[in-house]
């Protein structure tokens, strides 16, 4: 033993780094068969192999850089992923349960400090302040349950951030009133107009700059690793200004978070490789740092240490259980949303040492600093129990609310859903973006595949056309992959594109079909290309032709002509689901032109399915009113046609203009046309001798009238 003891702490890079993942990779798996959450794993394997347990490994500079990335990551995360739409909505809860989770905390421990521990004040305040913040080191649980956008959840990571606001800037105030002690009240009086202004200028500058940044990166590059690293730098940047400013950086990168929130849709590749990332390796390493400052030996050898302990642990914890539960309360919230609340408040981590090092920087008297090593080693053992109560409140809470959830599910809900979308695919310039779309657009909760299809002519150059389909369907599934859903893919060979497509539809028992739309100069029928018109007059099912000028995740607005009698078309609820959830996902505004009956149900449908949707609804009585809405779509809008076949209930004459009026008016705009079902998707496509095989889009007699005007 004494030979081993020689070699340790670990001091070479590549065995601390081993060390570190194989923790990583054993933690979960330890902590899934005792039944506990693996990150009270991480946090106690921390323990165990710091310089106060074994002394493995020797809490070195990377633990401090790799744990500072976990923390921002976590934080970062939780801003990415709130439900900006439900946050203004619920303003009012976030507030209120930021205010009770922050002050009830903070008047607690302050009381009890100077009444039972014997502190000062300031020392008091310094502890409340402390008490009052909270780390959401549970958040990767709700991650792994897919709850980010859950009410509670919002509620709780909003409120966390008011409170870190708050107890920020009362730490700030108490460090002022030591440096006013020296250099007066007119040095305190310089102190907050500059706090304010500079917090006033990152606010503002962030809120400008980002944004605009962010959509002139994303529609230039669409490099994964580019993408990726650009998000990160945000984060990171944001961080290092408010470290400046005077607030922790993890304020920081939770308002990155929170701006680059609708530039990154939850379904998307990027989302997944941030995720992925931070949950595989750096917020690991952060949660394993934390274990490694906790020195429990204290406890062991100082009976007022555990005392220190058990009061701050109680009544700071106390007090977030109080704040939690009554809000549930007053919210009309369930017993297991409490718990969430509470769960995931409760829990303190690094911003609880930064601001014991601030205590610690203040000096009281000559050689007498505010914070003693008693306070110290009380804080951070405070951290390893709040910990352990936040986790497995967080885990029950949980998984109480998917029971619950589960439970109020209609049990034949999915198995009516026949969704299954057909990706139709040819051109490697817009595939990639076709298929962002159909995630967008798909129900995640149904997990089933895409289905790609590259059609290729049966004629001489098959071979070769075949060979070019097949790597560009690898690619695709290559993006699949990263955003972790499961896709299908297959190469065609046909005599004609159109019956090609239709023969894979009804083979896969597809519901719909994306694809790109062909762009042609001149104004004809040839608008929708040379197969298309064949496609959704022999196809009673929903097709989606899109044409993009920039990417989906940089459009502010989508804009949708509904014509009359939309509501009456069996694919109506289908079509409107679509855009909805790309509406959503994208945190856009969404606006309807059309009759105000259509407009009424349309406004019913989101309100009751979509109620975070930011959806407008315009009065158009007329389809010759589609020109003038021209001028209104800007270069990141996305323009929405639904249109209808002939023969159908809400089919017009004046659909016959679209392409001429399309060509005209809107070109060079992001272009969506939706062909509905018509037929509902219980009626097969059947050819029959009284069914016609084939139907034109124009007739004679719409040749004749043509020309007839052109005379005038």
């Keep these: 033993m004494t030979l081993l003891a020689s070699y340790l702490p670990i001091s070479d890079p590549t065995l601390i780094f081993f060390v570190v993942l194989f923790i990583i990779l054993m933690a979960p798996i330890v902590m899934s068969k005792l039944r506990i959450p693996h990150i009270i794993g991480m946090v106690l394997a921390g323990i165990v192999i710091g310089q106060y347990g074994l002394n493995i490994l020797e809490r070195d500079n990377s633990f401090e850089m790799f744990g500072r990335v976990g923390l921002y990551y976590i934080m970062f995360l939780a801003g990415l992923e709130m439900d900006m739409e439900g946050v203004k909505k619920n303003s009012r809860r976030f507030l209120t349960f930021g205010l009770l989770t922050c002050l009830l905390p903070l008047g607690l421990t302050y009381i009890m400090s100077i009444t039972l521990l014997g502190y000062s004040p300031a020392a008091s305040f310094l502890l409340g302040c402390i008490m009052a913040s909270n780390t959401l080191i549970a958040y990767p649980i709700i991650g792994r349950y897919g709850l980010q956008r859950h009410p509670s959840v919002m509620l709780s990571v909003g409120s966390s951030m008011i409170s870190l606001f708050l107890a920020l800037v009362m730490i700030a105030a108490l460090s002022a009133t030591f440096t006013s002690a020296k250099d007066g009240l007119q040095g305190q009086v310089l102190f907050w107009c500059l706090f304010v202004l500079k917090l006033a200028l990152y606010i503002i500058g962030s809120a400008l700059l980002i ?54 849709p939850h379904v998307s590749p990027l989302m997944n490789r941030i995720e992925f990332i931070g949950n595989a390796l750096f917020i690991p390493y952060f949660l394993i740092g934390v274990g490694m400052l906790i ?172 060979e070019e389909g097949n790597r560009l369907l690898e690619q695709l599934q290559r993006q699949a992959s990263a955003s972790e859903v499961p896709m299908q893919s297959q190469v065609r060979l046909a005599s004609n594109i159109a019956n090609g497509i239709k023969h894979a539809f009804k083979e896969v028992a597809a519901s719909e079909i994306i694809m790109g739309m062909h762009v042609h100069t001149e104004k004809s029928a040839r608008f929708w290309g040379d197969f298309i018109q064949s496609l959704y007059n022999g196809l009673s099912r929903q097709i989606l032709l899109i044409r993009f000028v920039q990417p989906l995740t940089t459009l502010r607005r989508i804009q949708v002509a509904v014509p009359s009698r939309a509501e009456f078309e069996p694919g109506f609820h289908r079509w409107l689901e679509r855009l909805s959830r790309m509406a959503e996902q994208l945190d856009c505004r969404v606006q309807f032109h059309g009759r105000q ?71 060079g705009k992001n272009l969506m046309i939706v062909f509905p079902d018509q037929y509902g998707p219980q009626k097969d496509d059947t050819m029959s001798f009284t069914e016609a095989q084939h139907r034109e889009e124009s007739s004679v007699y719409d040749t004749l009238l043509r020309l007839l005007h052109k005379s005038r």
Aim: net charge neutral; charged share 20%.
């Design 597 to 667: 009956e259509s407009l009424v149900l349309i406004a019913e449908y989101i309100n009751n399915r979509h109620a975070s949707v930011r959806a407008e609804y315009t009065p158009m009585e007329h389809w010759n009113e589609l020109p003038r809405l021209a001028s209104t779509i800007d270069e990141d809008h996305m323009f929405v046609v639904v249109t209808a076949r002939k023969g159908t209930i809400s089919y017009k004459n004046a659909l016959d203009r679209l392409p001429d009026e399309l060509q005209k008016y809107f070109s």
């Design 211 to 264: 944004p605009r940044l962010t959509r002139y990166f994303l529609r230039r590059y669409s490099d994964a690793v580019m993408q990726y690293i650009f998000v990160l730098a945000v984060m990171f940047l944001s961080a290092a200004l408010t470290d400046l400013i005077g607030l922790e950086g993890i304020f920081g990168a939770f308002f990155s978070g929170l701006i680059l929130n609708r530039y990154i």
């Design 295 to 466: 020195n429990v030996r204290t406890l062991i050898g100082s009976t007022q240490v555990l005392w220190v302990v058990l009061l701050i642990a109680f009544f700071g914890t106390f007090g977030k259980a109080v704040a939690a539960y009554l809000s549930s309360l007053l919210f009309r919230l369930s017993k297991s949303d409490g718990h969430m609340m509470f769960g995931l408040t409760s829990a303190h981590a690094a911003g609880a040492i930064a601001m014991v090092m601030v205590g610690m920087r203040l000096e009281v008297s000559p050689g007498v600093f505010l914070v003693d090593d008693g306070m110290l080693n009380g804080v951070v053992l405070m951290i390893l129990v709040t910990c352990i109560v936040s986790t497995m409140m967080t885990d029950r809470a949980s998984r109480q609310i998917i029971l619950q959830e589960k439970a109020h599910l209609a049990p034949q809900g999915r198995q009516q859903d026949d969704e299954k979308i057909l990706l139709c695919v040819k051109y490697p310039e817009i595939a990639p973006q076709l298929l962002d779309l159909a995630i967008l657009v798909r129900n995640q909760k149904l997990k089933r595949s895409v289905v790609a299809l590259n059609v290729v002519y049966d004629d001489d150059a098959a071979s070769r056309h075949s």
